[in-house]
């Protein structure tokens, strides 16, 4: 017989979103039942963004190592273990996992079930021999690789990234179908532990992104070496040997074939709502996602919908924002708006390209626009660092209105973070001139595009007037 457990919420997916909601509603004193059929952390912490930036990491170093010789140090070509890598990868992977342990959770009041959930109707949840009856449901079940319909896929081996980070020996020609910031990371990251790595990209690479700090991303890639191959369509895969594999592809130059001992395929990210019963719980959803408002319920007013799951922005950070409005919402009956806050986004190659708001084409349409800019290579810190690749773009509107960041070069990742905060809070290019960044640091690069804006003021003749009416006065 079922047992039957009556919590005040249920929360099904113990990703990053999930167990920010279950640790949360603990926190408060409400009974909450959390399940998860898979490894607690879900994507992020097994399969996505701290794998992943730990093998670049590493990457970094090797090339770090072969690239001293402007520093004075002598330039060596690094001796590269890496099973060793995979291990400092899987070591950052457990330092982490204990936070997102079900034996944490459990200590902090969550009934953790380990079982795959299924909606029984539109108020019960069924996962193993349970059954939940919860007041309210969250749905954070994520995504998963999307696999694209390509002939004789299906008869090869291939990697995702559920399964690239178990490798144990280096790739020796990786190829990478597809060109987004996941294809781009992990092609860079092998390409410097020594793989031969090849690109294959049906557009152009990183395709979301302005065109122009995309560019900068995809020349200093091949100028590590890789192939990137753009506006080039896969017509099928097929092996090779023993354990290789032959990707044709097509592009205006004609028919081509490209060989490799690996294929990864990052083609994007599919919405995890397989298996899960919807229909039974009256929740509408399509190929996207889950359909949420903007206050994230369902069209199943008990269930809510949070992170990769509704087939927005697929980050970690909006999947733990949803979740600090849906606490806001489930706790305390407060009104959310999740579109109401703007999401930043970073692709972590060598050079990082990180934006917030709207791209210099979508702020264009919106009517005037200035368009302000500061290259890296006008700051002492990026000189000292020999880091001067890249710059700083701002959008503003009327009134200095900041609407768009974008920031391809070193550090970018950490710096859109103050421009992310100004936009939050509506603040204004003024507001980004008047405040005092240490010296040498690279945030120095914003502040001086900010202050381009006003640098047409000392030429508008009527301040010329004022200032010499108070040199006449003393």
């Not at 210099?360 to 990026?382: C, F, I, M």
Request: hydrophobic share 45%; net charge positive; proline share 5%.
């Amino acid at each position: 017989m079922s047992k039957i457990l009556t919590p005040d919420i249920c929360v099904i997916g113990a990703g990053s979103g999930g167990l920010t909601v279950a640790a949360a509603a603990a926190a408060f004193g409400v009974p909450v039942v959390l399940i998860e059929k898979g490894a607690m952390g879900g994507d992020c912490l097994n399969y996505g963004c701290v794998p992943s930036k730990a093998m670049i990491a590493a990457g970094r170093r090797a090339h770090f190592m072969r690239n001293a010789a402007p520093f004075g140090i002598a330039s060596v070509e690094p001796d590269i273990d890496f099973a060793r890598v995979n291990n400092h990868v899987h070591d950052v992977i457990a330092a982490i996992a204990p936070n997102d342990s079900v034996e944490r959770f459990t200590a902090l009041g969550v009934h953790v079930i380990k079982a795959e959930a299924r909606f029984k109707d539109a108020r019960t949840v069924e996962a193993g021999d349970t059954e939940v009856r919860a007041r309210r449901f969250v749905l954070a079940t994520g995504s998963s690789p999307a696999v694209p319909l390509i002939e004789g896929l299906d008869k090869v081996a291939y990697l995702t990234n559920e399964s690239v980070f178990d490798l144990k020996r280096l790739p020796r020609r990786l190829l990478v179908i597809g060109g987004g910031p996941v294809g781009l990371e992990l092609a860079q990251a092998h390409r410097r532990l020594g793989s031969q790595v090849t690109v294959v990209e049906a557009a152009r690479v990183l395709g979301a992104d302005d065109p122009e700090p995309a560019a900068i991303v995809a020349e200093r890639l091949r100028g590590e070496g890789i192939d990137i191959r753009e506006n080039t369509r896969v017509l099928r895969v097929a092996k090779r040997g023993r354990s290789g594999v032959r990707v044709h592809v097509e592009s205006d130059g004609g028919p081509a074939a490209v060989d490799g001992t690996h294929l990864l395929v990052a083609t994007g990210r599919a919405a995890n709502t397989a298996g899960l019963g919807l229909d039974k719980a009256g929740i509408a959803h399509d190929a996207k996602g889950i359909k949420v408002t903007t206050g994230l319920r369902t069209t199943n007013k008990r269930v809510y919908a949070i992170g990769d799951v509704v087939g927005g922005p697929q980050f970690t950070h909006v999947a733990g924002h949803h979740a600090a409005l849906v606490v806001k919402s489930l706790l305390f009956r407060l009104p959310v708006r999740a579109d109401r806050h703007p999401v930043p986004r970073v692709t972590f190659t060598d050079p990082e390209l990180a934006h917030v708001g709207l791209t210099e084409a979508e702020a264009l349409r919106t009517g005037k626009v200035s368009v302000l800019r500061w290259p890296y290579g006008e700051n002492d810190r990026a000189q000292a660092e020999r880091a001067t690749t890249g710059f700083i773009k701002l959008l503003a509107g009327r009134h200095g209105r900041i609407i768009g960041v974008t920031i391809v070069g070193a550090g970018a990742g950490e710096m859109i973070n103050l421009w992310t905060l100004a936009m939050t809070r509506k603040l204004g290019l003024k507001d980004m001139v008047s405040y005092i960044p240490p010296y040498p640091t690279m945030s120095e690069i914003g502040k001086r595009a900010a202050v381009t804006y006003f640098a047409d003021m000392a030429r508008k003749p009527l301040i010329r007037r004022v200032i010499r009416l108070l040199r006449r006065l003393g």
